[in-house]
């Protein structure tokens, strides 16, 4: 099936500012009414993928951009990552909708979202 780059998100400070800078933009249409009040970004393509931005405070990390792999098995591959050098952020976890998720950072220290669909 091969593991491919399904979505993307930023880590912002001020998620309302930046989701109306890229509205403003792009055009990209944003939506938080979902169980987290994340911001859901649909760039309305087609092409490419479509990705959120996730509220950050003052002591959580730096505002980043993050891509999110979907994993057959997100607590195997974060087991991968830690044999290969990498370090886990967020354990594996289920979300509201059922799928799964994990945080990592590379052996660069960029940090990578796992995900695993629900079945």
Do not use: C
Request: zero cysteines.
């Amino acid at each position: 099936m091969g593991q491919p780059v399904v979505q993307w998100q930023i880590l912002a400070r001020n998620p309302d500012a930046l989701t109306a800078f890229y509205a403003a933009l792009f055009g990209w249409r944003v939506d938080a009414d979902n169980a987290m009040g994340y911001r859901t970004v649909d760039t309305g393509s087609e092409r490419g993928i479509n990705g959120g931005v996730w509220p950050i405070g003052p002591t959580e990390g730096h505002p980043l951009v993050q891509l999110f792999v979907e994993v057959d098995d997100v607590t195997a591959s974060v087991a991968k990552v830690e044999q290969l050098g990498g370090r886990v952020v967020i354990p594996p976890q289920a979300l509201p909708e059922g799928d799964r998720l994990a945080i990592v950072l590379d052996t660069e220290g960029l940090s990578l979202g796992l995900m695993q669909r629900r079945a």
